[in-house]
Antibody, heavy 117, light 107 residues
């Protein structure tokens, strides 16, 4: 059971980036998935959620209107589309699976996003 | 949004000590709470779900209790590998919210 994030990097303020999360070892289409981020030296912040079918999404107020979340169950992949990035979005971004009990039970290793000119 | 007040923000303890960390929610949330351990440079690891259920593979020295607004994580006998930062997470309602973390350091 594994989640692997990719797509992070250095982006200029106001820019865009797409993060990916590749799942393996479980039936991806059966599970809701979340994005959680952690700014350098700070705590954890929940960012977004998507249902197993992709029909329902939720976002933190801090990213609402700028980030979108999608998934491709045929490719066992999840995406976070980030627009209008600012310095406050600099963080490690984790994807995390919701287990049967709704807690986030499987996490990826994270991908670093740095917003700087 | 439900606010999670976690305390203490840090503590110093010795190997073998009993350690207690608390999270208080700004409103009732049944038992929809998890506890996570995070070590530097690593992803969080789920210890406890549904406030008191031990995640598979987690040592039995970890336990959780509480319901409604007040929750507790207890480490019965602190081991060297337990020095880390601990977070609570409420998943009762959106937005999901984490506590600010408790850093457990070696005394």
């Amino acid at each position: 059971v594994q989640l692997v994030e990719s797509g992070g990097g250095l982006v200029q303020p106001g820019g865009s980036l797409r993060l990916s999360c590749a799942a393996s070892g479980f039936t991806f289409s059966d599970f809701e998935i979340n994005w959680v981020r952690q700014a350098p030296g700070k705590g954890l912040e929940w960012v977004s959620y998507i249902t197993s079918s992709g029909s329902t999404m939720y976002f933190a107020d801090s990213v609402k209107g700028r980030f979108t979340i999608t998934r491709d169950n045929a490719k066992n992949s999840l995406y976070l589309h980030m627009n209008s990035l600012g310095a406050e979005d600099t963080a490690v971004y984790y994807c995390a699976r919701e287990g049967g009990h709704d807690a986030l039970d499987v996490w990826g290793q994270g991908t670093m996003v740095t917003v700087s000119s | 949004a439900i606010q999670m007040t976690q305390s203490p923000s840090s503590l110093s303890a010795s190997v073998g000590d009993r350690v207690t960390i608390t999270c208080r929610a700004s409103q009732g949330m049944r038992n929809d709470l998890g506890w996570y351990q995070q070590k530097p440079g690593k992803a969080p690891n789920l210890l406890i779900y549904a406030a008191s259920s031990l995640q598979s593979g987690v040592p039995s020295r970890f336990s959780g209790s509480g319901s409604g607004t007040d929750f507790t994580l207890t480490i019965s006998s602190l081991q060297p590998e337990d020095f880390a930062t601990y977070y609570c997470l409420q998943y009762y309602s959106y937005p999901k919210t984490f506590g600010h973390g408790t850093k457990v350091e070696i005394k």
